[in-house]
């Protein structure tokens, strides 16, 4: 039964009823409602324990900022610590509160409150010291930490990213945003509008206000209508812009349910000017007990009664610091809720203020000290604010409003300045720090019409139209007198409701001289939960300034940290997983080797190869011994394609070589290779590799694998930058050439059977050279080379070629016992000729000397890279470290 | 994301380019500088809190070599050091 | 200085928790002091706490520009670990990680020290080899690192269900570090200031110092702040990135770059993982909070920067490689994030020294620099105190760039 319904009105579709359980109890909403207001309407009021005290609480907020009603999803749409008041209703939604045990209306835990006297701020600090953390850690921890997070990854459904280019962003699409989006859209900008609800409105969902004569829904459909219809626009609702990052970077997550298999998409927006028309929060009150279930925000009972057509109590009390409750009054006893009063913590309420509610008591000048009840409030305790007898009036419904904060997050993220503002006692934005606008109750234009108009003005300064025609409208004016805590409060007065951070410990922590707002954050846990603090953050700063006597001015907010409010990770990755993160880069050998059984890897730079060919019964040091053994005693074949390759022309390429080798390059004749070092300027080794010379302007220069990406960037930058002038191009051509080599004793016998026109013989082959031609009929390079220390051909092809070359090298050299050999018998037999492992020896910390390879670093050349690096090494007296061996 | 202006492709993300370190003084002649100031070019490297010149690669670009004026206190890119707020 | 125990929670708490003296005083500032250390950071304030400690020089003033412990002990990871590389480093955060552990007892104040171990998760055979060779050189040092396998490593991490054969970089094991632990960054800058205030050194918060002063001689005699002149003999400067824009006012330049390395926390949880777990090869690591949250952290963004925001693409590669790993987490909720700035040296490791400027001590370059804080703040003191370099952190000296001699970490783990 929703008890609380109330039978017309409302933004919610009582056709469409919902099914959903609660704790395991089954209730009913309708379409259109959140989880929170569905509870409401169902007459439940208890909805979570506190996090530190156990104390039993209920919903306060309706949107973003509610601190206490934290739920955990179970079932297919399982995801911890949802704010109950952001959860939308669908039909099966369960639902748990996080953070009792069985449930919030018998918890265990509740017995913290009992000794809550002895767990004060920061008490740990204090005590579980003997006879070390170890024994207390296991418990405190299983009873922190709200919900149980999701177990598995969501069932069904995928993530995505998007990229957003547009002239002007606007965050949030209340009056201020959609008038923004108006003027700019019709003036032909690129818009993009942005609004975390499900519909667009902002505040005039929730309040009854009237544009152009006209309830204020109306105006907003034909906004909303005309927006659709212009190809410049994108609108996004449930769309929570979360992120203002450097360059005019924002981040914003949408929710769509047109798409039931995207879960979230993440648009990366790159915008020309960004508007934020983020609205405002309303913030709490603070006064003893002012977490029992039943007291809320006055604005969020506003929008139970006016959105979702709900009673949130059948008596209330208002209490308030400003203009805005009053509206609230009038809103709540229209639709049936009996006003036992209005109290006012200002000594004067402005006359029309006061003139819009003709029949309620308004006890001015008065405040609220505690109020009464158990689970569920049953009272409030009023008192004069200059002190004096106090009176209880029964309700079961507190609404309170301290006044409205700007929703600056964003800007704020985006290095805009703050200031405070004296008569909105709120801090404003100031000057901005990048391409940005500040606009409506974001900029402290809490008025309707305000608001409208600095929207309309921001886009039309933007575009540099006139001034646009601001529609009519119906709004008081706001005025508040700042109350950051009832003094006469009595019982734990709550400044952070969600981390359990009470009046008491602020002071305590001032006390002990953590006296620093930062300080007073850290040390009381405040503002540090799941909301940041958006409706309590200010009145610890508020209680702050009041206890050491300075201005507000003075102490500053905290930092606001992205995100604004809290996004899955699911939704920053996008699509981004499994192999599409970091593509693998593979060789036409790679299906052979899944074939012959290879156990394949990454090994470096993405490169996926085959590590060792198994046979049955072998285990992995096995294998790794015989394919050694075949390369030493017979014949092995390796693919050797991942070398990097590039090939270097220009008339300065040998100029170039012997800058960046420690030996000499230059002097290779059209044929030659040479095997050299390359070091960086400190005289530490970068790569080793091979040089080969093709002609008389063309070179080829292979690295190392893991290297290559590094070398072509370091050739790169060294031509660009320091050598402008140098006539040498490089071309990276490591993917068109493969290469098998053939390596071992009878490695030129397997030559010969595949069939070659080159003359393979020593004399005319000899070590470090190469030739041109056939080899199994195919167009070829053959360099003489070896990694392995034994004799060794390279046989270079182009790609489209490589798998015939390998299926004619493993037939012409079967009679010859040929076996493929993969990366880890390389490493062996590498390092069994004595020959450099890279990543090992060679760690990026090593010269030449160090590597008993002094004879690599050339003595004629007057300079090359590293060169009076390494010899004002050896000039020290420092011991260094020498591979022998 | 710095959005970095490159000189052949106009602006462009920064995901699209290897970040290559603050442009140092020109290379000394190595026999022509003692071992302290050779040291010094190896090791030291401006730091300044505010307008830095520094080289980005466009790697998944044109291939540029490029070179920009970034303050590190923003991220803004300026014309010249003396530009910055 | 007050006593904290169990006891005295108990005692206050029947008085309504009024009897609580203040932590640290505020006191008047002087225009001399014996030694000023500049930065009420982790390495500045364990530095006083070991001159007036062990050297008994207690006439010291700390100088604060924000507020005390407001640096990068406010913004890191609290991975407090031992298994480096190389011969100069290992011996000194294997002191470290053991001072920590008996700190709470020695500042009467709980850092909550969770020796929870670290476990690698390696998924690349070049990386495991680099880690056994590390094993091999850890040994002799005393810290403690062994390698475990696919299905053990799975068992000690539940939460680890991605990586597997066909996954694109399949695990291939693990390797264990038990000296390793996590604890309340917070409580060691507080424990810290508590206690040396006890011992009569000043903090004094809100105090900038604009320029470092040398008198005729080029040695150091002072520093200029915005509450005017205060004279020092010897100053020690610990602001971490700040380092260079100090000295320089000195005409010092020093071999280090400023960069911004991120975090992250998610929404707290239930207990989920009782080990910080790190992932070299995918580029991130991450632990547990007693509060629940999973803290979380990868690679720094590119290029200098005095930023203490994330750069979105660096940010984005470390959430996917997390996935990759911990799928389970896609529906969990990234809460907050925040950079804190470091300098780096040229080689990635610390520099801690007497500076050309005569009385002018750096402690910098901390790359990770949270676990170094006990050994930072007892070996630099000794320097201070004594003239002599502490055996400990002898090889951290300037003198290594002028024989290029680097000491280079670089690259060689994930977790700071």
């Given at each position: 039964?929703?008890?609380?319904?109330?039978?017309?009105?409302?933004?919610?579709?009582?056709?469409?009823?919902?099914?959903?359980?609660?704790?395991?109890?089954?209730?009913?909403?309708?379409?259109?409602?959140?989880?929170?207001?569905?509870?409401?309407?169902?007459?439940?009021?208890?909805?979570?324990?506190?996090?530190?005290?156990?104390?039993?609480?209920?919903?306060?907020?309706?949107?973003?900022?509610?601190?206490?009603?934290?739920?955990?999803?179970?079932?297919?749409?399982?995801?911890?610590?949802?704010?109950?008041?952001?959860?939308?209703?669908?039909?099966?939604?369960?639902?748990?509160?996080?953070?009792?045990?069985?449930?919030?209306?018998?918890?265990?835990?509740?017995?913290?409150?009992?000794?809550?006297?002895?767990?004060?701020?920061?008490?740990?600090?204090?005590?579980?010291?003997?006879?070390?953390?170890?024994?207390?850690?296991?418990?405190?921890?299983?009873?922190?930490?709200?919900?149980?997070?999701?177990?598995?990854?969501?069932?069904?459904?995928?993530?995505?990213?998007?990229?957003?280019?547009?002239?002007?962003?606007?965050?949030?699409?209340?009056?201020?945003?959609?008038?923004?989006?108006?003027?700019?859209?019709?003036?032909?900008?690129?818009?993009?509008?942005?609004?975390?609800?499900?519909?667009?409105?902002?505040?005039?969902?929730?309040?009854?206000?009237?544009?152009?004569?006209?309830?204020?829904?109306?105006?907003?459909?034909?906004?909303?209508?005309?927006?659709?219809?212009?190809?410049?626009?994108?609108?996004?609702?449930?769309?929570?812009?979360?992120?203002?990052?450097?360059?005019?970077?924002?981040?914003?997550?949408?929710?769509?349910?047109?798409?039931?298999?995207?879960?979230?998409?993440?648009?990366?927006?790159?915008?020309?000017?960004?508007?934020?028309?983020?609205?405002?929060?309303?913030?709490?009150?603070?006064?003893?007990?002012?977490?029992?279930?039943?007291?809320?925000?006055?604005?969020?009972?506003?929008?139970?009664?006016?959105?979702?057509?709900?009673?949130?109590?059948?008596?209330?009390?208002?209490?308030?610091?400003?203009?805005?409750?009053?509206?609230?009054?009038?809103?709540?006893?229209?639709?049936?809720?009996?006003?036992?009063?209005?109290?006012?913590?200002?000594?004067?309420?402005?006359?029309?203020?006061?003139?819009?509610?003709?029949?309620?008591?308004?006890?001015?000048?008065?405040?609220?000290?505690?109020?009464?009840?158990?689970?569920?409030?049953?009272?409030?305790?009023?008192?004069?604010?200059?002190?004096?007898?106090?009176?209880?009036?029964?309700?079961?419904?507190?609404?309170?409003?301290?006044?409205?904060?700007?929703?600056?997050?964003?800007?704020?993220?985006?290095?805009?300045?703050?200031?405070?503002?004296?008569?909105?006692?709120?801090?404003?934005?100031?000057?901005?720090?990048?391409?940005?606008?500040?606009?409506?109750?974001?900029?402290?234009?809490?008025?309707?019409?305000?608001?409208?108009?600095?929207?309309?003005?921001?886009?039309?300064?933007?575009?540099?139209?006139?001034?646009?025609?601001?529609?009519?409208?119906?709004?008081?004016?706001?005025?508040?007198?700042?109350?950051?805590?009832?003094?006469?409060?009595?019982?734990?007065?709550?400044?952070?409701?969600?981390?359990?951070?009470?009046?008491?410990?602020?002071?305590?922590?001032?006390?002990?001289?953590?006296?620093?707002?930062?300080?007073?954050?850290?040390?009381?846990?405040?503002?540090?939960?799941?909301?940041?603090?958006?409706?309590?953050?200010?009145?610890?700063?508020?209680?702050?300034?009041?206890?050491?006597?300075?201005?507000?001015?003075?102490?500053?907010?905290?930092?606001?940290?992205?995100?604004?409010?809290?996004?899955?990770?699911?939704?920053?990755?996008?699509?981004?997983?499994?192999?599409?993160?970091?593509?693998?880069?593979?060789?036409?050998?790679?299906?052979?080797?899944?074939?012959?059984?290879?156990?394949?890897?990454?090994?470096?730079?993405?490169?996926?190869?085959?590590?060792?060919?198994?046979?049955?019964?072998?285990?992995?040091?096995?294998?790794?011994?015989?394919?050694?053994?075949?390369?030493?005693?017979?014949?092995?074949?390796?693919?050797?394609?991942?070398?990097?390759?590039?090939?270097?022309?220009?008339?300065?390429?040998?100029?170039?070589?012997?800058?960046?080798?420690?030996?000499?390059?230059?002097?290779?004749?059209?044929?030659?290779?040479?095997?050299?070092?390359?070091?960086?300027?400190?005289?530490?080794?970068?790569?080793?590799?091979?040089?080969?010379?093709?002609?008389?302007?063309?070179?080829?220069?292979?690295?190392?694998?893991?290297?290559?990406?590094?070398?072509?960037?370091?050739?790169?930058?060294?031509?660009?930058?320091?050598?402008?002038?140098?006539?040498?191009?490089?071309?990276?051509?490591?993917?068109?050439?493969?290469?098998?080599?053939?390596?071992?004793?009878?490695?030129?016998?397997?030559?010969?059977?595949?069939?070659?026109?080159?003359?393979?013989?020593?004399?005319?082959?000899?070590?470090?050279?190469?030739?041109?031609?056939?080899?199994?009929?195919?167009?070829?390079?053959?360099?003489?080379?070896?990694?392995?220390?034994?004799?060794?051909?390279?046989?270079?092809?182009?790609?489209?070629?490589?798998?015939?070359?390998?299926?004619?090298?493993?037939?012409?050299?079967?009679?010859?016992?040929?076996?493929?050999?993969?990366?880890?018998?390389?490493?062996?037999?590498?390092?069994?000729?004595?020959?450099?492992?890279?990543?090992?020896?060679?760690?990026?910390?090593?010269?030449?000397?160090?590597?008993?390879?002094?004879?690599?670093?050339?003595?004629?050349?007057?300079?090359?890279?590293?060169?009076?690096?390494?010899?004002?090494?050896r000039e020290g007296e420092a011991v260094r470290r020498e591979l022998v061996g | 994301m710095l959005n970095i202006p490159c000189p052949f492709c106009g602006q462009r993300n920064e995901s699209e380019f290897a970040y290559g370190?603050?442009?140092?003084?020109?290379?000394?002649?190595?026999?022509?500088?003692?071992?302290?100031?050779?040291?010094?070019?190896?090791?030291?490297?401006?730091?300044?809190?505010?307008?830095?010149?520094?080289?980005?690669?466009?790697?998944?670009?044109?291939?540029?070599?490029?070179?920009?004026?970034?303050?590190?206190?923003?991220?803004?890119?300026?014309?010249?050091?003396?530009?910055?707020? | 200085?007050?006593?904290?125990?169990?006891?005295?929670?108990?005692?206050?708490?029947?008085?309504?928790?009024?009897?609580?003296?203040?932590?640290?005083?505020?006191?008047?500032?002087?225009?001399?002091?014996?030694?000023?250390?500049?930065?009420?950071?982790?390495?500045?304030?364990?530095?006083?706490?070991?001159?007036?400690?062990?050297?008994?020089?207690?006439?010291?003033?700390?100088?604060?520009?924000?507020?005390?412990?407001g640096g990068n002990i406010a913004r890191n990871t609290v991975t407090i670990r031992s298994n480096y590389m190389r011969d100069a480093s290992i011996p000194f955060y294997v002191k470290s990680v053991e001072m920590y552990e008996?700190?709470?007892?020695?500042?009467?104040?709980?850092?909550?020290?969770?020796?929870?171990?670290?476990?690698?998760?390696?998924?690349?055979?070049?990386?495991?080899?680099?880690?056994?060779?590390?094993?091999?050189?850890?040994?002799?040092?005393?810290?403690?690192?062994?390698?475990?396998?696919?299905?053990?490593?799975?068992?000690?991490?539940?939460?680890?269900?991605?990586?597997?054969?066909?996954?694109?970089?399949?695990?291939?094991?693990?390797?264990?570090?038990?000296?390793?632990?996590?604890?309340?960054?917070?409580?060691?800058?507080?424990?810290?200031?508590?206690?040396?205030?006890?011992?009569?050194?000043?903090?004094?918060?809100?105090?900038?110092?604009?320029?470092?002063?040398?008198?005729?001689?080029?040695?150091?005699?002072?520093?200029?702040?915005?509450?005017?002149?205060?004279?020092?003999?010897?100053?020690?400067?610990?602001?971490?990135?700040?380092?260079?824009?100090?000295?320089?006012?000195?005409?010092?330049?020093?071999?280090?770059?400023?960069?911004?390395?991120?975090?992250?926390?998610?929404?707290?949880?239930?207990?989920?993982?009782?080990?910080?777990?790190?992932?070299?090869?995918?580029?991130?690591?991450?632990?547990?909070?007693?509060?629940?949250?999973?803290?979380?952290?990868?690679?720094?963004?590119?290029?200098?920067?005095?930023?203490?925001?994330?750069?979105?693409?660096?940010?984005?590669?470390?959430?996917?490689?997390?996935?990759?790993?911990?799928?389970?987490?896609?529906?969990?909720?990234?809460?907050?994030?925040?950079?804190?700035?470091?300098?780096?040296?040229?080689?990635?490791?610390?520099?801690?020294?007497?500076?050309?400027?005569?009385?002018?001590?750096?402690?910098?370059?901390?790359?990770?620099?949270?676990?170094?804080?006990?050994?930072?703040?007892?070996?630099?003191?000794?320097?201070?105190?004594?003239?002599?370099?502490?055996?400990?952190?002898?090889?951290?000296?300037?003198?290594?760039?002028?024989?290029?001699?680097?000491?280079?970490?670089?690259?060689?783990?994930?977790?700071?």
């Open positions: 039964m929703q008890v609380d319904r109330l039978a017309a009105g409302g933004r919610i579709d009582r056709g469409r009823p919902l099914s959903f359980t609660f704790n395991g109890k089954a209730y009913q909403g309708f379409a259109g409602d959140t989880l929170a207001s569905a509870l409401l309407a169902n007459g439940v009021r208890l909805t979570a324990r506190s996090f530190k005290y156990h104390r039993p609480r209920g919903i306060i907020g309706s949107g973003v900022e509610e601190p206490s009603a934290l739920v955990e999803l179970t079932g297919d749409d399982a995801s911890a610590n949802q704010p109950a008041t952001t959860v939308q209703l669908r039909d099966g939604l369960q639902a748990k509160s996080v953070n009792c045990w069985p449930s919030p209306v018998v918890d265990f835990g509740s017995v913290n409150q009992m000794i809550s006297r002895f767990l004060p701020a920061g008490f740990y600090y204090k005590t579980f010291k003997w006879p070390n953390w170890h024994l207390y850690e296991p418990s405190i921890r299983k009873a922190a930490g709200l919900a149980a997070a999701p177990q598995n990854p969501p069932a069904g459904g995928h993530f995505e990213n998007r990229f957003g280019h547009c002239d002007i962003l606007i965050a949030g699409a209340g009056p201020a945003g959609l008038m923004a989006a108006l003027v700019a859209a019709r003036a032909g900008k690129r818009v993009m509008i942005a609004d975390e609800g499900r519909e667009a409105g902002g505040s005039l969902l929730n309040r009854r206000l009237t544009i152009n004569c006209r309830d204020a829904a109306h105006w907003v459909a034909e906004t909303i209508a005309e927006l659709n219809t212009l190809a410049n626009v994108t609108h996004l609702q449930n769309a929570s812009v979360w992120a203002y990052r450097e360059h005019n970077y924002l981040m914003v997550t949408e929710r769509t349910s047109d798409n039931p298999s995207l879960i979230e998409r993440n648009w990366r927006v790159r915008a020309g000017h960004v508007i934020c028309a983020t609205g405002a929060i309303e913030r709490s009150l603070v006064f003893g007990n002012n977490d029992r279930p039943g007291v809320m925000l006055a604005s969020a009972a506003q929008s139970y009664v006016n959105r979702y057509a709900l009673r949130p109590g059948k008596r209330a009390v208002i209490f308030t610091n400003n203009d805005s409750a009053y509206a609230v009054a009038n809103d709540l006893a229209t639709a049936g809720v009996d006003i036992a009063a209005i109290v006012d913590s200002r000594n004067e309420v402005p006359r029309e203020v006061r003139a819009t509610i003709q029949e309620t008591d308004v006890f001015a000048g008065h405040v609220v000290t505690t109020t009464k009840g158990g689970r569920k409030l049953r009272g409030v305790e009023v008192a004069p604010v200059e002190g004096g007898k106090s009176q209880q009036i029964s309700c079961d419904l507190l609404a309170m409003s301290g006044g409205w904060n700007p929703a600056v997050h964003l800007w704020s993220q985006s290095r805009g300045t703050l200031r405070y503002d004296d008569q909105l006692a709120c801090y404003v934005p100031d000057q901005p720090a990048q391409a940005s606008s500040s606009v409506g109750a974001a900029d402290g234009k809490l008025t309707l019409k305000e608001a409208m108009k600095s929207g309309a003005d921001a886009a039309a300064s933007l575009c540099a139209t006139g001034p646009a025609a601001i529609p009519q409208s119906d709004d008081i004016d706001y005025s508040i007198s700042p109350l950051w805590r009832v003094e006469q409060a009595q019982g734990p007065a709550f400044l952070d409701i969600q981390n359990d951070v009470t009046v008491d410990d602020v002071h305590l922590a001032l006390r002990e001289g953590y006296d620093n707002i930062e300080h007073v954050k850290r040390y009381t846990t405040g503002g540090m939960g799941l909301d940041q603090g958006k409706t309590g953050n200010i009145n610890i700063v508020g209680t702050v300034a009041l206890q050491k006597d300075v201005p507000l001015q003075d102490l500053g907010p905290t930092t606001f940290r992205s995100p604004y409010t809290p996004v899955s990770f699911g939704a920053i990755a996008g699509i981004r997983e499994g192999s599409v993160v970091q593509p693998y880069r593979h060789t036409p050998i790679t299906e052979w080797n899944l074939d012959r059984g290879a156990f394949m890897y990454e090994a470096g730079a993405r490169w996926r190869r085959p590590g060792y060919f198994p046979r049955d019964g072998e285990s992995f040091q096995d294998t790794v011994n015989r394919e050694c053994r075949t390369v030493r005693n017979g014949v092995g074949v390796y693919d050797g394609s991942p070398l990097g390759t590039y090939e270097l022309k220009g008339r300065d390429v040998g100029r170039f070589l012997d800058h960046i080798y420690s030996n000499i390059m230059s002097t290779l004749k059209p044929g030659q290779g040479r095997y050299g070092l390359m070091l960086s300027d400190d005289g530490l080794i970068l790569d080793d590799g091979v040089a080969l010379r093709l002609d008389e302007y063309r070179w080829i220069v292979s690295t190392s694998t893991g290297h290559a990406d590094a070398i072509n960037s370091h050739m790169e930058e060294l031509l660009q930058t320091q050598f402008p002038d140098w006539n040498v191009f490089i071309t990276t051509v490591t993917s068109q050439w493969n290469n098998a080599t053939i390596c071992g004793p009878r490695a030129r016998d397997v030559l010969a059977a595949l069939s070659t026109d080159i003359d393979t013989s020593s004399q005319a082959l000899p070590f470090m050279t190469f030739a041109d031609g056939q080899v199994a009929g195919l167009p070829a390079r053959v360099v003489r080379v070896s990694f392995t220390g034994e004799l060794s051909f390279e046989i270079n092809v182009a790609p489209r070629h490589m798998r015939e070359l390998w299926a004619k090298i493993m037939e012409a050299g079967a009679p010859h016992g040929i076996e493929p050999i993969g990366s880890e018998a390389n490493h062996v037999l590498r390092v069994e000729k004595g020959f450099l492992s890279l990543g090992h020896e060679v760690d990026g910390t090593v010269d030449a000397h160090d590597l008993g390879m002094g004879w690599v670093m050339s003595k004629k050349k007057s300079d090359y890279l590293g060169k009076r690096s390494v010899n004002l090494r | 370190g603050p442009v140092k003084p020109d290379r000394p002649q190595p026999d022509k500088v003692s071992n302290d100031q050779w040291v010094d070019y190896l090791t030291q490297v401006p730091n300044p809190l505010g307008p830095v010149e520094e080289r980005w690669w466009h790697v998944k670009g044109c291939g540029t070599w490029l070179t920009i004026w970034r303050d590190t206190r923003t991220h803004d890119i300026v014309e010249e050091p003396g530009d910055a707020g | 200085m007050q006593n904290y125990s169990i006891a005295s929670l108990i005692r206050h708490g029947l008085n309504k928790h009024t009897g609580w003296s203040r932590a640290w005083r505020s006191p008047p500032i002087k225009d001399s002091y014996d030694v000023i250390v500049i930065g009420a950071g982790g390495h500045g304030l364990a530095t006083a706490y070991h001159l007036a400690k062990e050297h008994g020089i207690t006439n010291v003033a700390v100088l604060e520009r924000g507020w005390l412990g008996n700190l709470t007892r020695a500042l009467n104040f709980n850092l909550m020290h969770s020796k929870r171990t670290m476990v690698d998760v390696v998924q690349t055979y070049p990386k495991m080899r680099e880690l056994r060779r590390r094993q091999l050189t850890m040994d002799i040092y005393g810290s403690t690192y062994e390698q475990i396998s696919e299905p053990e490593l799975r068992r000690r991490i539940p939460a680890l269900t991605g990586g597997g054969p066909n996954s694109r970089l399949p695990i291939i094991g693990g390797m264990v570090h038990t000296d390793a632990g996590v604890n309340r960054h917070d409580a060691v800058a507080w424990g810290y200031a508590r206690a040396i205030d006890s011992m009569g050194v000043e903090i004094h918060q809100q105090t900038a110092v604009q320029s470092l002063m040398r008198n005729s001689n080029g040695a150091i005699e002072g520093v200029e702040t915005n509450r005017g002149t205060i004279r020092a003999k010897k100053v020690a400067v610990a602001v971490s990135g700040h380092t260079t824009t100090l000295t320089e006012t000195a005409g010092l330049t020093l071999p280090l770059r400023t960069m911004n390395l991120t975090a992250f926390v998610s929404e707290p949880i239930k207990p989920l993982v009782d080990v910080v777990v790190n992932c070299p090869d995918s580029g991130f690591y991450f632990s547990q909070s007693d509060k629940g949250e999973l803290v979380i952290g990868g690679a720094p963004d590119p290029g200098q920067s005095f930023r203490r925001d994330i750069k979105q693409h660096v940010f984005e590669d470390t959430v996917t490689a997390m996935l990759s790993l911990f799928p389970s987490f896609k529906k969990l909720k990234l809460m907050r994030q925040w950079g804190g700035h470091l300098d780096i040296a040229h080689d990635a490791s610390p520099i801690m020294d007497e500076t050309d400027v005569s009385g002018l001590f750096i402690t910098a370059g901390w790359w990770g620099g949270y676990k170094a804080i006990p050994a930072g703040g007892l070996t630099l003191a000794h320097l201070i105190a004594t003239g002599q370099r502490h055996p400990l952190m002898a090889q951290f000296s300037l003198d290594r760039f002028r024989h290029l001699d680097y000491i280079m970490e670089s690259g060689t783990t994930t977790a700071r």
